[in-house]
């Protein structure tokens, strides 16, 4: 990752907050309304998890490909861009009609987040490394905000104008981002000058090992989407209190985030990253195993509480196994890795929810966690301690 000496003389971050703010907030809306999308327009539970799927799968590709670009001076080309196809992508969903429609409305939204992502990823980790944790935890703060917000703005304006209301609203609401996209500056940081090859990151033992450890994280991602959203609807859960829960959930992760990034930055990213996920899976578990709509509802709000503490861990781990100048095509593998897996595991997980119940799948994501989660221990031995100690120099 980079070094501690290098100079601070990054962009202003606050353009990238922003933007991952409103774009957090504008897929939050798709997420809790995905139940509005079934009873109003017959989509099945199948069609509802394929969807998932399609927009996970859309940011897999883009952050594999796109995501060095931002490494050889184009994050904020990627940031603009990521905003526009954002935009394009809810007005899309708030027209939908068919289920085609609606597939190609995730769809951009998924291109939209593999485009921005790795961009933003980059210049937050590069533009203050004495301060990395802090940023990071900041960037995630931002990003789990919109998730605050958006579902209940969301079950506000379904309440008020429809379920339709909510993508016209958050389309307005990032349209008038567009002037602060303009104000994104590149990094001053080491660039790709020499065009390095995915090939060269692949062979990185200890990235694909943290690229393990996040990725079993975005197995619970994926599990969320597809199973979490209709098993609350299954055990009664009204679309008000679907969104006032995701809210719940989520504003702990947005509060304690940056707290938890200093605490990752200076007692270990690895630690930090296996002790989130490993008590993720522990949750994810007991979801499956109590009866009732409130005991899923105060498990899953607990859970929060630990995603924030540990939630920025992940990117870091990342960031330490690679040097300055590879930071976006780093992260973006990571991005195209965490999607993938959870488009899989979303797509996977909805088959065995609807044939097995919600018990079932609940402990096979359990499971699949701790497997990732125990390659990804093995493989990052050695990266990923206090990053003060154990950062990486550009020059390797």
Not at 45 to 65: D, H, K, P, R
Not at 350 to 363: E, F, I
Request: proline share 4%; aromatic share 10%; with cysteine.
């Amino acid at each position: 990752m980079t070094s501690a000496k290098t100079p601070i003389m990054g962009p202003n971050l606050l353009p990238y907050y922003l933007i991952v703010f409103g774009m957090a907030a504008g897929l939050a809306s798709v997420i809790t309304l995905l139940a509005e999308f079934r009873n109003n327009l017959g989509f099945s539970e199948f069609a509802i998890g394929a969807s998932v799927a399609g927009g996970l799968g859309a940011g897999f590709i883009a952050a594999l490909t796109l995501g060095p670009q931002a490494d050889r001076g184009r994050a904020p080309l990627m940031l603009r861009s990521g905003l526009l196809l954002g935009l394009v992508a809810l007005v899309v969903m708030a027209i939908a009609t068919e289920f085609w429609q609606f597939m190609l409305g995730r769809i951009c939204m998924g291109l939209a987040f593999g485009v921005a992502q790795p961009a933003t990823r980059r210049t937050v980790i590069v533009a203050d490394p004495r301060n990395l944790g802090r940023n990071v935890g900041r960037l995630g703060a931002f990003d789990v905000a919109g998730f605050v917000v958006g579902p209940a703005a969301a079950a506000v304006l379904n309440a008020v104008g429809g379920f339709r209301a909510p993508f016209w609203v958050m389309a307005v609401f990032l349209a008038l981002l567009i002037p602060t996209a303009w104000k994104a500056r590149s990094d001053t940081a080491e660039k790709d000058v020499t065009r390095q090859k995915l090939s060269d990151l692949l062979r990185n033992r200890q990235l694909i090992g943290a690229c393990s450890v996040v990725s079993a994280y975005f197995v619970f991602i994926g599990a969320f989407e597809s199973v979490w959203i209709l098993d609350m609807d299954h055990r009664g859960a009204s679309q008000w209190q679907i969104g006032v829960t995701v809210t719940c959930v989520a504003l702990p992760i947005a509060v304690l985030a940056p707290w938890g990034g200093s605490l990752a930055q200076r007692y270990g990213s690895r630690r930090w990253a296996l002790a989130m996920i490993t008590a993720c899976s522990i949750f994810n578990a007991l979801f499956g195993l109590v009866p009732g709509l409130w005991a899923l509802v105060f498990l899953t709000v607990g859970c929060g509480f630990a995603e924030g503490i540990g939630f920025p861990s992940g990117t870091m781990l990342v960031s330490s196994s690679v040097p300055e100048s590879r930071q976006a095509a780093a992260q973006g593998l990571a991005s195209a890795i965490e999607v993938g897996t959870a488009a899989l595991a979303a797509l996977g997980l909805a088959v065995v929810y609807t044939t097995a119940g919600h018990t079932v799948a609940y402990l096979v994501t359990s499971g699949a966690m701790l497997v990732l989660l125990s390659v990804g221990w093995k493989l990052t031995i050695g990266i990923g301690g206090p990053e003060s100690k154990t950062t990486k120099s550009s020059a390797e």
